[in-house]
């Protein structure tokens, strides 16, 4: 794999985004950058599972194509979205990075255009980490910044969904939580209840993750949102499961109140609407 040389790579990207040209020629212009530096003899070490297509390019090349190419985005959203797509369509790695970045500039109002590629990229990124992060850290904001990221994924949410789409609207769902603008609770709860209810204990790892984001926010409103699911849910085992998993991470008197969920008496010991008590 040749070292990139900074100064020298600056200089030609500075050129190449002086030249006219269609965006649809830009993916082929980068993917030809990436195959420069590709690390066409990488080997997955043993305790590795990285096995999703790429060039294994150094990490700073992808950093410096994103500065150059940012500073040449077209004003037109169909041209980003057209743009995007041919980085997705190249199948690697690398340009499906860049891709989930120039999505993300998408203007928030063609928000029908930006789940279009997000829903089915995040399923399709499943094996690939780098690509899935930034997925939900790119590509997701203008979902997030119209507000629609909920309404959006409920069709694929359980008990609606199962299998991998179930998992994956669990995991984009784990960006409320993280989203400054969204405060939307119940309308949350409402989604997630039927879920935990109907609770699928193939799915305990996806919804612990979603809940502990959900709980470091709103504590208060999410301990007790929990003991009426756990009252109700037809699955008390997997639930348990779920409770411990995310009373490990929880700040005192959020931990105890988790664990004595899970106690027999517990879900008899309050009425299921009973408030939770502030600390």
């Known amino acids: 794999m040749p070292a990139v040389a900074l100064r020298a790579l600056r200089r030609e990207l ?36 990285d096995l999703a297509p790429a060039y294994h390019s150094p990490p700073i090349l992808t950093l410096e194509l994103w500065r150059a190419l940012r ?11 057209a743009l995007a797509d041919a980085l997705w369509a190249l199948g690697r790695r690398e340009p499906r990075i ?32 780098a690509v899935e992060r930034a997925l939900m850290n790119h590509a997701a904001q203008p979902l997030l910044a119209r507000d629609v990221l909920l309404s959006r994924l409920q069709p694929y949410l359980p008990p609606r969904a199962d299998g991998d789409p179930a998992a994956r609207a669990l995991l984009a769902l784990t960006l409320l939580p993280r989203a400054e603008g969204f405060d939307n609770t119940p309308a949350l709860f409402h989604a997630l209840h039927p879920g935990l209810v109907h609770l699928d204990p193939d799915l305990r790892p996806e919804w612990a ?20 699911a756990r009252a109700l849910t037809r699955a008390p ?25 899970t106690q027999p008496w517990s879900t008899t010991a309050a009425h299921p609407s009973q408030p939770e008590p502030r600390p």
């Open 14 to 49: 500075a050129r190449w985004a002086q030249q006219p040209g269609p965006v649809e020629t830009w993916a082929q212009a980068l993917a030809a950058f990436f195959q420069r530096y590709a690390n066409l003899v990488y080997r997955p070490g043993e305790q590795t599972t």
């Open 71 to 81: 500073h040449r985005l077209p004003d037109e959203p169909a041209k980003r979205l």
């Open 98 to 129: 860049l891709a989930a970045r120039v999505l993300g500039t998408v203007p928030s109002e063609h928000e029908e255009a930006v789940f279009q590629r997000f829903w089915p990229w995040l399923q399709e990124a499943r094996w690939d980490l």
């Open 209 to 228: 993750a979603l809940l502990r984001t959900v709980l470091a926010r709103w504590p208060a409103e999410t301990v007790p949102f929990l003991r009426r």
């Open 237 to 261: 085992k997997a639930f348990d499961w779920i409770l411990r998993r995310i009373a490990d991470d929880a700040a005192e008197p959020w931990r105890q109140r988790l664990l004595a969920l």
